[in-house]
């Protein structure tokens, strides 16, 4: 079994199926965004947790590592193009770490949308 399948169940077992039928982590980075608004609105901390975990094992691989470029480009960049998640971004990040993926975040966003997202941001 590969590591991230092994690290991704470990941190989301409710999703067991999903993940064990998944292609890439990137499969599996599309479920847990899947439900990642409900669980800012539901403050299910848990979950919110386990995000943020399976995202720092990620990105703290080689960063030509298809587990580094899923979070990147199968996590980041949708959720900074989805607006929805903008007044969330200061439960997964901190200003540290925002600075660091703000690029990415921001990948598919005009200047003004990124002014706007960091405005989200930074108002928590």
């Known amino acids: 079994m590969s590591t991230w399948r092994r690290k991704a169940l470990e941190l989301f077992p409710q999703f067991k199926q999903e993940i064990e039928e998944s292609d890439s982590p990137t499969d599996v980075w599309f479920e847990i965004e899947g439900n990642l608004i409900n669980a800012f609105k539901r403050s299910d901390d848990d979950f919110i947790k386990s995000v943020k975990q399976y995202f720092s094992w990620s990105v703290a691989t080689n960063d030509c590592s298809i587990p ?14 989805r607006k929805e998640y903008w007044p969330y971004l200061n439960m997964l990040f901190t200003h540290q770490q925002f600075k660091i993926y703000k690029t990415t975040l921001g990948y598919s966003l005009s200047k003004e949308k990124l002014g706007e997202m960091e405005n989200a941001f930074y108002e928590k």
């Open 68 to 81: 580094h470029q899923s979070a990147t480009c199968g996590f980041l960049e949708n959720i900074g193009y």
